[in-house]
């Protein structure tokens, strides 16, 4: 999700969620496809969700493919994620699943992002908003 102004520049909204271990773990927001959507459809929801964003796909970034545990049995899942424009709403953390939310600068995301592949992934928005324009 990224938003833009002349004050601060392009900017993304992350979300944060405290871990195990009670550390606050920022990361680009992202849930379940339910049936009948589309992965674009998805990720307009979840963004809407759980940032009280509400954005437009501009481009795809790419897609993340990972294993965790949950609940003492490994899951398999694959993540679509795209650039996202904000057209309306306001940040607010009321989803139950998300600690925090945040405008964070485009420029500050690598060392904010908690996850590497997701660090490689925001490093192509740039490019992607110059083309968008």
Known sequence: MV??????GPRAALIGRTDR???LLWSLPKGHIEQGE?????AVREVAEETGIIGEVVAPLGIIDFWFVAEGRRVHKTVHHFLLRAVGGALSDADVEVTEVAWVPLTELGGRLAYADERALVERAPGLLADSA
């Open 3 to 8: 938003a833009d102004d002349d004050v601060t």
């Open 21 to 23: 271990r009670g550390r």
């Open 38 to 42: 589309s992965p674009e459809d998805t």
